[in-house]
């Protein structure tokens, strides 16, 4: 099948860089991320997992995230710190912080059961209630990858798709593998504090099989993200009030501006969803 050339740029662009994808909802922005995804898949043979919150955007099999509780026990800060500011409550903290003593999930939970037995000790109430969100997504085995998957992961909006879209990323960085690209479509629908999703972003740029979909610009400038970004269209009020009008003033509907290390490209939304939809029929069969 013929790969499109502008997409395939990108892709050589990007080289072990992450990417990010900014619109408002309709822009085209999952068509574009989920292609390109797709051609990587196609053309490095790697698998992909991606996590959206519509079942109807859903590209392979849907199925539940598995996280090794290793990595989760050793990061459980970050996790919960991503909806709470747990600097706040040092109570809860020094309970996040025994939770590497404990070899397997059921172990941390049974001893914030026990704690829990006592009705004033009330920090651990509040931090079993959160762990248990995590339930689902804890295994005590070590995952390995299979390569040229495609997985769908499901989220919520409320506070769990929040920690569970913390835990995979930290997940990549505990995996260090360059064979499975993780998609995060879209992060900033989850009720993610502001200071705690930009530590993200920003973690984000040293793990190179990690893209991410922001709707709309929000707070978070182009500058302080310093990665390959692709700006979908947006409507008229939003180009004359944004500082980067400019920018989105070179943007027509259906279309979508790649700004890249090396490259900048326009790239027409109608055309890759046309691509989008032969490469997932290449995939199935």
Not at 13 to 18: E, S, T
Not at 221 to 249: C, F, M, V, W, Y
Not at 266 to 273: A, D, S
Request: contains cysteine; positive net charge.
């Amino acid at each position: 099948m013929r790969i499109d050339k502008k997409l395939a740029r990108i892709l050589v662009d990007l080289g072990d860089k992450p990417l990010v994808v900014i619109g408002p909802p309709g822009s085209g922005k999952t068509t574009i991320v989920t292609t390109l995804g797709l051609m990587r898949l196609k053309l490095m043979g790697s698998s992909m997992t991606y996590v959206t919150h519509k079942p109807s955007d859903a590209l392979g099999s849907i199925t539940k995230p598995s996280i090794p509780w290793k990595c989760i026990r050793d990061n459980l800060f970050l996790i919960l710190d991503s909806y709470e500011d747990l600097s706040t409550r040092p109570g809860i903290s020094l309970l996040v912080s025994m939770a590497y003593r404990y070899k397997a999930y059921n172990n941390y939970v049974r001893y914030l059961r026990y704690l829990s037995r006592n009705p004033r000790n009330t920090h651990a109430l509040w931090l079993l209630g959160r762990m248990i969100l995590l339930r689902d997504a804890v295994t005590d085995q070590d995952i390995n990858n299979e390569v040229g998957r495609v997985i769908t992961i499901l989220i919520s909006r409320d506070v769990k798709g929040a920690y569970v879209t913390t835990a995979l990323i930290l997940n990549s960085i505990c995996q260090q593998s360059m064979n499975n690209l993780l998609i995060l479509d879209d992060i900033t629908i989850l009720p993610i504090r502001e200071d705690a999703l930009l530590r993200i972003v920003r973690m984000t740029r040293g793990i190179t099989n990690t893209w991410m979909v922001l709707h709309s610009i929000g707070k978070l400038s182009i500058e302080d993200l310093n990665t390959p970004t692709i700006i979908t269209s947006h409507s008229g009020p939003a180009k004359s009030q944004s500082r980067l009008r400019d920018i989105l003033s070179r943007i027509k509907p259906g279309e979508a501006l790649y700004m890249g290390i090396n490259e900048e490209l326009k790239i027409r939304i109608h055309e890759t969803k046309k691509l989008r939809e032969k490469l997932l029929n290449e995939t199935k069969t």
